[in-house]
């Protein structure tokens, strides 16, 4: 018998090519603008948090929007919170009353979302949140154990009508999946989650799931930090932009730099995971200009260096003294976020014979001599950093990048 069933590289492939996502987080709570977590932090009732459904009619909102800004940054995927852990859902279900199309938005933003990504060309993602404050069972399952069954039934139910009532989905990423009093290991027994994502990978075969349900799965979510998982494994590093919550903050203090925000992505790049950077678009449905504008100047800069980070390899070299290396086929891309001031690089333990180098900003050439030692010398740069926020400097190599 033939199998048709899709091996892990192949469902993991685009993945793999497209290095970067955006991630939002949008809910009820951007209308307290203090942050996702505000109702368990803020102890707000589960019945008085229900209200603001009434408040929310977010009359700016526009899918092709958002599409639009993710395309112009570069990114080749997005990632939206269908619900969060106060169980708002932003989708049409049949078995909760708490959702966008049942209260005053009267809309299923999920289906929105959905046809803006497609019709921009771009990759579907799906966050979900397994947890639900309301649930009393969730916090205390001895006390209230038909809630906490409840509480499974429906993440169960919901993930079936995400998988189903949405055409093709391309990743699913849990959250929440934590429960209070739990292991690690007793996670996936809680959720019924082999359960759950057998029944996710028969609706949707070539979707990727990432490890937040109690499972490894297809990826690994490093939050607020880029940490490399082993080669061969997909990784994902996501982050907010703000800094700290995911939500809207009404009054926040200070945003990621746009140098930052370049290095952590091609730090990700540089380890073959994604990076999947997040906005918290606001009440009415917009992205405040901060985000907008960090993200316009990321997608500037991958217009013209983005050789260097889709579908990027790890470069068995580095350049530590002035900043990292991907690789790519038989290219490898030095990224300088430490420009010297001499307007003369050194790469140690290049063992490829160098074609060309190329300054990817410009189009310069740089003249590259071979030193004792193993040092490669590129000179003839200018004395000031031909890109304000990276300068890659491509590689062109007789093979594979080698390292002596
Ligand atoms: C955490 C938080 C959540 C956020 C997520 C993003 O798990 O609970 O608010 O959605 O990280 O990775």
New binding site residues.
């Given amino acids: 018998m033939v199998s048709t069933e899709k091996s892990y590289e192949e469902r993991i492939r685009w993945f793999n090519e497209a290095r970067f996502g955006i991630?939002v987080?949008w809910g009820l709570y951007a209308i307290l603008g203090r942050g996702?977590?505000v109702m368990f932090l803020e102890r707000i009732p589960a019945d008085e948090y229900a209200q603001l459904a009434k408040r929310f009619k977010p009359s700016k909102f526009d899918a092709n929007a958002w599409a639009a800004l993710a395309k112009e940054a570069g990114a080749k995927y997005m990632v939206l919170?269908t619900r969060?852990?106060d169980g708002f859902c932003l989708f049409d279900s049949k078995v909760s009353d708490f959702t966008s199309v049942k209260t005053a938005a009267k809309r299923d933003f999920v289906a929105e979302y959905v046809e803006a990504l497609r019709k921009a060309g771009l990759r579907v993602g799906f966050?979900y949140?397994l947890l639900d404050w309301r649930f009393p069972g969730y916090f205390d399952r001895e006390a209230y154990p038909e809630s906490a069954k409840a509480l499974v039934e429906q993440a169960h139910a919901q993930v079936r009508e995400l998988m189903t009532n949405y055409g093709k989905i391309d990743i699913l990423w849990y959250?929440?999946g934590w429960v209070p009093g739990l292991q690690q290991e007793e996670i996936a027994d809680f959720w019924r989650s082999r359960e759950l994502n057998a029944m996710v990978r028969s609706l949707q075969p070539d979707i990727i799931i990432n490890n937040?349900s109690g499972l490894p799965e297809d990826f690994d979510?490093p939050?607020q930090r880029v940490a490399a998982s082993e080669s061969g494994r997909a990784w994902e590093s996501?982050m907010t932009i703000g800094t700290g919550?995911?939500?809207y903050v009404h009054h926040e203090s200070n945003f990621r730099s746009v140098p930052q925000l370049i290095q952590y992505l091609v730090t990700a790049a540089s380890g073959e995971g994604n990076f999947l950077l997040?906005v918290g678009p606001k009440p009415d449905g917009t992205i405040r200009r901060e985000e907008v504008w960090r993200l316009r100047e990321i997608g500037n800069w991958l217009a013209v260096n983005g050789e260097s980070i889709y579908g990027s390899e790890r470069c068995p070299f580095t350049a530590k003294s002035v900043g990292l290396t991907t690789a790519k086929g038989n290219n490898a891309y030095v990224h300088v976020f430490r420009w010297p001031k001499q307007g003369e690089i050194t790469v140690p333990g290049i063992k490829n014979e160098i074609k060309q180098a190329t300054v990817l900003a410009t189009g310069q050439k740089a003249i590259v001599e071979r030193g004792t030692n193993a040092r490669t010398f590129l000179k003839g740069l200018p004395k000031t950093p031909p890109d304000r926020y990276d300068t890659v400097i491509k590689l062109e190599l007789d093979g594979k990048p080698e390292a002596c």
């Fill in positions: 991630f987080h996702e977590w919170t969060h852990h966050y949140s959250d929440g937040r979510t939050e996501c919550a995911w939500g997040n």
